[in-house]
């Protein structure tokens, strides 16, 4: 079983910074790409930022240049660093990533998600 643990939420005042790390677990054979998403009050859920598992980096366009995610494959863990932090940034968000694991014929890729950390920008 793969698991994925988000850590780093918390309270911060707009203007502020908020670091967010995932660390994957469990039993596999790799890790493709890795991501976060967010999800507002009363809104869907919505891709952020994603990595992969050699450094290639996108993002959306509410991110860009407030937002860097980064990895160490060595870990398995993905990170969110978010500068300028603006209250419609308030959100909980989720770590995903494209698991690889071993199966009896082969390799198979599968997408697994955190639990979510909350992240709140006051004004």
């Known amino acids: 079983q793969v698991q994925l643990v988000e850590s780093g939420g918390g309270l911060v005042q707009a203007g502020g910074s908020l670091r967010l790390s995932c660390a994957a677990s469990?039993?596999?054979?790799?890790?493709?790409?890795m991501g976060w998403y967010r999800q507002a009050p009363g809104k869907q859920r919505e891709w952020v930022a994603e990595i992969t598992s050699g450094g290639s980096t996108n993002y959306a366009d509410s991110g860009k240049g407030r937002v860097t995610i980064s990895r160490d494959n060595a870990k398995n863990t993905v990170y969110l660093q978010m500068n300028s932090l603006k209250p419609e940034d308030t959100a909980v968000y989720y770590c995903?990533?494209?698991?690889?694991?071993?199966?009896?014929?082969?390799?198979?890729?599968?997408?697994?998600w955190g639990q979510g950390t909350q992240v709140t920008v006051s004004s």
């Open positions: 469990g039993s596999f054979f790799s890790i493709n790409v």
């Open positions: 995903n990533a494209n698991v690889v694991v071993v199966v009896r014929v082969g390799l198979l890729g599968h997408d697994y």
